[in-house]
């Protein structure tokens, strides 16, 4: 074999059947559905209630869906990434619970945590990894049970975030001009202050203090992070689309982190896309996080076609973000 590039041959998702509407939240805390769809644009989100299950529960179930979808053999993985913030444990890895829940014999595994940018990060690296010709096929996963890290009597955060998990098989293909063309990531580093959980880590480890002071749940300066994510997620998709000479003719797709509609309608506007070129879920599926951009193509594969040209672009925690160029290997109605 000779160059190869890692191509994206399917796609899976799943999400808890359990609906959070805005109209259940507001009976939870003083918010109501005007504020919220005018504010983010979240209808509802779905939540994995059941007790004892976390995110490798949701990893797993689109992971099986994803192997069934595409017939691989689960022994001729190599490698199994889950992108996620919120692990089932401190350790061992999420990953290394899905692989084993998986039965797969021949693959590593590792977790991936760039917060919302997990998966672009992530594929990124798996990339990298394929082209090196030491792996040949990768399941990664983004997935996030943000449920679990949110404060339902904050009104500023709770309605943001919902649970989830998106898979992709990528697999090794000398057809190098499809799958991932290009990247541009970047970390600012300066977030800290403005999007963190915090206690739980190494610096504030969990107390009577730090869980009777609510010090266990995601802390956002709305604001703030609200105009680093617009400036941050549109300069990164300009950057890619005039590094490689795509206009809003050439370009099929955006798939942009689903954070918040404002920020979605803000990337739109820059490249100046229609926004029916735009993958939008959040109205349903709230933030995902690392789970947001897989869920999406999996909504939209029936509508992919092979050669379409597609920009991931996400932000989040430690004020992470980025964009990918990726040129789609197939026909997505052939495989829904």
């Known amino acids: ?102 039965g797969l014999k021949n693959a590593m595994a590792f977790d991936f945590w760039a917060a919302c940018c997990g998966f672009i990060y992530s594929l990124d690296v798996a990339t990298s990894m394929i082209q090196s010709g030491r792996y040949k096929r990768i399941l990664l996963i983004g997935a996030d049970k943000m449920s679990s890290v949110t404060d339902y009597t904050d009104r500023q955060t709770c309605p943001l975030f919902g649970d989830g998990a998106g898979a992709v098989m990528l697999e090794a293909s000398e057809e190098v001009e499809l799958g991932l063309q290009d990247s541009h990531l970047r970390t600012d580093g300066m977030g800290l202050p403005f999007l963190h959980m915090k206690a739980g880590g190494s610096v504030c480890p969990p107390s009577h203090f730090t869980v009777d002071h609510r010090m266990h749940y995601t802390y956002q300066e709305g604001r703030t992070v609200f105009r680093y994510a617009v400036t941050n997620m549109s300069d990164d998709s300009a950057l890619i689309a005039q ?10 797709w955006i798939v942009p982190h689903q954070a ?63 964009a990918n160029l990726v040129r789609w290997a197939y026909d997505g109605a052939a495989k829904s």
């Open 1 to 102: 074999m000779g160059k190869v590039n890692a191509i994206i041959t399917g796609v899976a998702g799943y999400v808890p059947d359990y609906v959070l509407t805005n109209e259940e939240l507001s009976r939870m805390v003083d918010t109501n559905d005007e504020w919220i769809m005018t504010r983010v644009g979240i209808k509802e989100r779905r939540i994995l209630t059941e007790e004892g299950l976390g995110t490798s529960y949701m990893a797993r179930k689109a992971a099986k869906l994803l192997l069934k979808k595409t017939g691989v053999d689960p022994d001729t993985i190599d490698a199994l990434i889950v992108c996620t913030s919120t692990a089932d444990y401190k350790y061992p890895s999420t990953a290394s619970i899905v692989l084993g829940k998986l």
């Open 260 to 322: 918040n509609m404002r920020i979605i309608e803000a990337v739109a506007k820059r490249l100046d896309m229609p926004m029916e070129k735009v993958m939008v879920n959040i109205q349903r599926y709230g933030n995902t996080s690392a789970g947001t951009i897989p869920l999406a193509l999996w909504e939209y594969e029936p509508q992919l076609r092979k050669g379409d040209n597609i920009i991931m672009t996400a932000f989040g925690a430690g004020f992470v973000h980025g």
């Open 243 to 252: 590094r490689n000479g795509l206009d809003k003719d050439s370009i099929q």
